[in-house]
């Protein structure tokens, strides 16, 4: 058990948000106090938007999409450029940041600095580049003599939603593209996570973007609803539970605006019966206990081979039994707290229905001894679960994981698929093309062989009810363009276009 440390020092006060460019006084008096999951204790606040507050923001990023002269109309050049700049205001705030993530949502300070510091800026500049080398327009010869010019332009003014668990590195992956693309933002950080987005904020400042491009706008669902609906905004991404994403996709539906949504999951790891479980434990810790089991595309069932079910069932249980759980912030830590009391309770409560069911409790179970303080549950691994059990098809969201027996690949394929959702997965096996044939069977966006990594290059997303949409790769960017065919006289080849 790491040694408990002090998670909060001086409380993080802001009385202003970042709205079109500036730091400006809110319009109502509400604040958002922060608690630290790993010790209870009070870390800060931030005034909270109202909706007069996101209306200002929206007309700001109107503004900027609008203005003839403005960031749309930038070389793609000169935006990386200032993508490129903002990379480097984000590291140089790289610890902080970390620090920031950790301390308002439990995430190990371990992962909070590889994804949480680290990813963000490399993402920018992934964009920066590949915006600069993808041509926004060509001229294709038709078939009917003439020809087309067939431009990608900047969709518009976007209102990015973003969830707590990744918060900064969920808000890069809709800032770094959008922004690449020419298009302004207001982002709306989820209430638990704000610290980290008023830190973002000041990156963008130094950054010198222009006026309007970036706003942010601390609040709960009731304002991410306003800017879903709001008649200036142009597309919306979403990335959060399956409930609040549905909810969002009927709006979008009723106005016919563009959407992405990244949702809830309840991925499959597949162990096949030559799987070196043993040999690969940091990978296996990687894709089904990270972040505390709050990590979207975690696989919280595990599909073991009946002839070897007690050896993945010891191998998992050796591996949630033995992480180091403690304070968020100290670098030993493995598994901190959930994020909330209220998402500690959810996390209990799917354990209470898992024994209910009949499941075997084979490691966990309860909470981790010696931490009085602080929302900790201790990872869990349920044995003999079926996969019509409640705990193997709703997204518990903590850490608490299924070993599911199955018979042949075609029984883990098809148990793998029963579920509601399609976002992530792995094939565990020492036979790699083998892995393969079996991935490509799973009804999923992503999955992968023996390891599992959200690439830059590589389109990110779900289907069934894990979304709508990718994010990530030039797919992702893709996502933030509009195409439109300008139709040329037949005497005119389109050179020089
Ligand atoms: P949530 O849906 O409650 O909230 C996410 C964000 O949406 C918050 O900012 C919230 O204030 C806002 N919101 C909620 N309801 C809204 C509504 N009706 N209209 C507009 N905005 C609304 O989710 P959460 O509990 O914060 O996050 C956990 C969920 O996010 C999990 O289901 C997880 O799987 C999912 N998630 C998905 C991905 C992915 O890429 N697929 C990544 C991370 C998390």
């Excluded at 809830?264 to 030559?274: C, N, P, Q, R």
């Excluded at 030993?332 to 409790?361: D, K």
């Excluded at 931490?371 to 079926?386: I, W």
Aim: net charge negative; with cysteine; aromatic share 6%.
């Amino acid at each position: 058990m790491a040694t408990t440390e002090q998670a909060t020092t001086t409380p993080i006060t802001y009385d202003k948000l970042f709205l079109g460019g500036a730091w400006e006084a809110p319009a109502g008096e509400s604040t958002i106090e922060v608690v630290s999951p790993s010790t209870e204790q009070y870390a800060g606040y931030v005034p909270e938007a109202s909706e007069t507050d996101a209306d200002r923001a929206v007309a700001a990023a109107r503004r900027a999409f609008d203005d003839p002269s403005g960031w749309a109309t930038w070389t793609p050049d000169a935006r990386g450029e200032a993508l490129e700049r903002l990379a480097v205001a984000l590291e140089a705030r790289g610890p902080e940041m970390a620090r920031r993530v950790s301390l308002q949502n439990g995430m190990p300070i371990s992962i909070s600095t590889a994804l949480e510091a680290g990813f963000p800026p490399m993402l920018l500049r992934y964009y920066a580049q590949h915006a600069r080398t993808t041509p926004a327009a060509e001229v294709r010869p038709g078939l009917l003599g003439g020809h087309t010019l067939v431009t990608r332009e900047p969709v518009g003014v976007v209102a990015a939603i973003v969830p707590w668990n990744f918060p900064q590195a969920l808000t890069i992956l809709k800032l770094a593209p959008l922004l690449a693309a020419g298009c302004t933002v207001v982002i709306k950080p989820a209430p638990e996570t704000v610290f980290d987005a008023f830190l973002l904020a000041e990156a963008v400042a130094e950054a010198d973007l222009p006026a309007g491009v970036v706003s942010v706008v601390p609040g709960g669902r009731e304002l991410g609803a306003h800017l879903v609906s709001h008649p200036g905004v142009d597309k919306v991404a979403f990335t959060g539970s399956t409930a609040a994403g549905r909810a969002i996709g009927r709006t979008c539906g009723e106005l016919l605006r563009p959407v992405t949504l990244e949702l809830g999951g309840k991925s499959a790891a597949i162990v096949l019966d030559d799987a070196d479980l043993a040999s690969n434990l940091e990978a296996l810790f990687g894709v089904t206990l990270m972040n505390n089991g709050q990590t979207c595309w975690l696989n919280s069932r595990i599909l073991a081979p009946k002839s070897r079910y007690d050896d993945v069932l010891e191998v998992l249980s050796g591996l949630a039994g033995g992480v180091t759980i403690g304070d968020a912030l100290d670098p030993a830590t493995q598994i901190g707290p959930m994020t909330s009391a209220r998402q500690r309770e959810r996390v209990e409560g799917y354990i209470a229905t898992g024994r209910a069911e009949g499941a075997r409790v084979a490691t966990g179970g309860g909470r981790p001894a010696g931490l009085d303080k602080g929302f900790f549950v201790e990872p869990t691994v349920f044995a003999d679960v079926d996969n019509t059990a409640t705990i193997a098809r709703e997204e518990i969201f903590g850490p608490v994981l299924s070993v599911i027996p199955y018979a042949d690949v075609d029984e883990a394929v098809a148990i793998a698929n029963d579920s509601e959702y399609g976002l992530g997965g792995t094939v565990w096996t020492s036979d790699a093309r083998r892995g393969v044939d079996v991935a490509r069977r799973v009804r999923s966006g992503t999955i992968g062989i023996n390891a599992y990594a959200n690439d830059p290059t590589a389109p990110f997303g779900g289907i069934k009810s894990s979304g709508i949409g990718s994010e990530l790769g030039p797919e992702g960017f893709a996502a933030y363009q509009q195409v439109k065919s300008i139709y040329l006289d037949a005497a005119d080849s389109g050179e020089g276009l």
